[in-house]
């Protein structure tokens, strides 16, 4: 379809699409500096308030800290199990890549308050009572971002052709593991970031497993606003203002990395 | 000596099967016996999905969830399509800054989105505050708490997912066609009517699949906005199983089994259809690559609501 210059309707329709998806951000962003917001169009009073009680509040650190360690944990966990998995399977078993398929595209079909009844079943009693604890957390995670990793791990090994890679190593002489370690690994270092990035970040906003399975017991971000929203509205948005802001930065940054690979196609 | 080869490279896959065994396939495969279990802890049996069935609670809750998802499913394609209509027609560079605009409040979903609402359009959300001061008693009746209000928080999440999953397909309809079918006398609304929107029908119902798989398992905005006080599904499983102490197991079993039927089924339902719609688009040879960086972004993001 060739680009011909936008009529009035259209640029009316996304003008109102804009306005409709940006209002609630921009009055959440509002609120956060808003010392009092009633029966008026715009605050008031300006203040920084929120955002000084916030970080003052101990508890709002704690949570930051327990993501930011439960997210990374979850994504190196899931870098040292996949990135060799998903080089064997590429590599040596294509033939198994429709199973994997399956096996990974599951977590997108089955929704995290299924999967959250299943491991709780699984773990609350019998020889693996890990109920409640981070390692079922860390567990639970590893497969919330399944797609993410086996997409991201195998497109870069395809990109960068890995199976002649791999043989001209082999040929100089390397053994299978030296290839893999300083052949392939730097080589799809830049994409694999990008997956493990972006896991991050999904990682970040997940609330759903976090609050059904350890929700009683460790705080992340999400459940730590989730307890804030009815107490205070002014310091909640404060906290979700910043968190977003903070998912929209790693994702400029996901942005010029997958920019920067070029003709990469990921 | 291929085979060879082949055993020791296994070794590396070990991690991996006991991974997935542990925390996906164990857990699916126990929670679908757990269903067939009669609460007294013997025997297999259908009990459980005839209680649910019976349960008056439980039919609400899953009538409940149906009809919010294949309502705001609805209206997010209806939006969708007319948006993505409408970046067709713009310049590339502003297609790519709309787009990276509703990929970015894509981001906003779950408990923080649930909470703008309540500041906007809750018991004293500014809106709602606002229109009281004005004298405006159109949205008197509006209740941010109720089916209506929870129905405007879904179609919002689903907005940007239906365009970023629809437009694509757009630019498989080509200008010729447009062209072909005036010379022959179409208007613009039969030209829809009759080649357009049948091209795109495939995209549509995909992306309905994920849509209304999307709002099905939706639990957090939920959670967060009526908290127990309206019967969802996703709801009333998380109730049942709450915290680390199961309370109904076999109750949540059930009714997770059900849900897992109901997205499972629409996420094949978008398999089916995004294999149709790939034949023709493949066809359509010369459609116009939206810029790689862009869509190497958007792709994964479009999914990511699946998980809330």
């Not at chain 2, 079918?181 to 179409?186: E, P, R, S, T, Y």
């Not at chain 2, 080649?195 to 495939?202: Q, V």
């Not at chain 2, 699949?209 to 967060?224: C, E, K, P, Q, V």
């Not at chain 2, 019967?231 to 897992?260: D, H, W």
Request: net charge positive.
């Amino acid at each position: 379809m060739n680009t011909r210059k936008a009529g009035l309707a259209p640029r009316v329709l996304i003008l109102l699409l804009m306005v409709y998806l940006l209002v609630p951000l921009l009055a959440t962003g509002l609120y956060a500096f808003a010392q009092d917001w009633q029966n008026s169009l715009l605050p008031r009073a300006w203040t920084f308030d929120w955002f000084i009680q916030m970080f003052q509040d101990l508890r709002f650190m704690e949570a930051l800290w327990t993501s930011l360690y439960l997210c990374l944990i979850s994504v190196v966990v899931s870098l040292v199990v996949m990135l060799p998995a998903v080089f064997v399977i590429t590599m040596y078993f294509p033939r198994w890549e429709s199973l994997m398929k399956g096996i990974v595209v599951l977590p997108y079909a089955v929704p995290g308050v299924v999967a959250a009844v299943g491991l709780i079943r699984t773990y609350s009693s019998g020889p693996l009572n890990i109920a409640g604890t981070s390692y079922l957390l860390v567990g639970a995670y590893f497969v919330v971002i399944l797609p993410y990793m086996y997409q991201g791990i195998r497109n870069s090994l395809l990109t960068v052709s890995a199976a002649e890679l791999l043989q001209a190593a082999e040929l100089l002489g390397a053994r299978r593991r030296q290839a893999f370690m300083n052949v392939i690994l730097p080589n799809i270092w830049p994409g694999v970031m990008v997956s493990a990035l972006l896991s991050f970040s999904v990682l970040f906003g997940e609330f759903v497993l976090t609050n059904m399975l350890v929700g009683g017991h460790i705080q992340t971000i999400q459940i730590y606003l989730y307890k804030r929203v009815g107490e205070s509205g002014h310091l909640a948005s404060a906290i979700a203002i910043s968190y977003f802001v903070f998912i929209l930065v790693l994702s400029m940054v996901l942005m010029k990395l997958g920019k920067k690979m070029g003709g990469v196609r990921g | 000596m291929k085979q060879n080869r082949r055993g020791g490279v296994i070794l590396a896959l070990i991690p991996f099967v006991l991974m997935v065994l542990a925390f996906q396939l164990v857990p699916v495969l126990s929670m679908v016996s757990n269903s067939f279990h009669s609460g007294d802890g013997k025997g297999i049996t259908f009990g459980n999905y005839v209680h649910a069935m019976q349960s008056a609670y439980y039919m609400q809750a899953i009538k409940n969830s149906l009809f919010i998802s294949i309502a705001s499913s609805v209206a997010g394609i209806a939006i969708g399509l007319v948006c993505a209509y409408c970046i067709t027609r713009f310049t590339p560079a502003v297609r790519d800054r709309v787009l990276m605009v509703s990929n970015m409040t894509s981001n906003f979903a779950g408990v923080p989105l649930a909470f703008a609402y309540i500041i906007l359009l809750g018991n004293n959300g500014i809106f709602t505050l606002l229109f009281k001061d004005w004298g405006w008693d159109v949205f008197a009746g509006f209740n941010l708490y109720s089916w209506t209000g929870l129905a405007l928080v879904y179609v919002y999440f689903q907005v940007p997912l239906s365009l970023l999953l629809l437009y694509p397909s757009f630019y498989g309809i080509r200008e010729q066609w447009r062209e072909a079918a005036a010379l022959l006398g179409a208007g613009r609304w039969q030209f829809w009517k009759t080649i357009g929107l049948p091209m795109l029908a495939p995209a549509i119902f995909g992306t309905m699949g994920i849509l209304f798989a999307n709002a099905m398992g939706a639990y957090a905005t939920a959670y967060a906005l009526v908290g127990g006080n309206y019967n969802l599904l996703a709801v009333r499983i998380g109730s049942l199983v709450a915290g680390n102490v199961v309370t109904q197991p076999e109750m949540g079993s059930t009714l997770a089994v059900l849900l897992a039927l109901t997205t499972l089924l629409a996420v094949y339902l978008n398999h089916v259809m995004v294999r149709r719609s790939g034949r023709f688009v493949a066809r359509a040879a010369d459609k116009p690559q939206p810029k790689a960086s862009v869509v190497r972004r958007l792709r994964p993001r479009a999914r990511e609501e699946l998980g809330q």
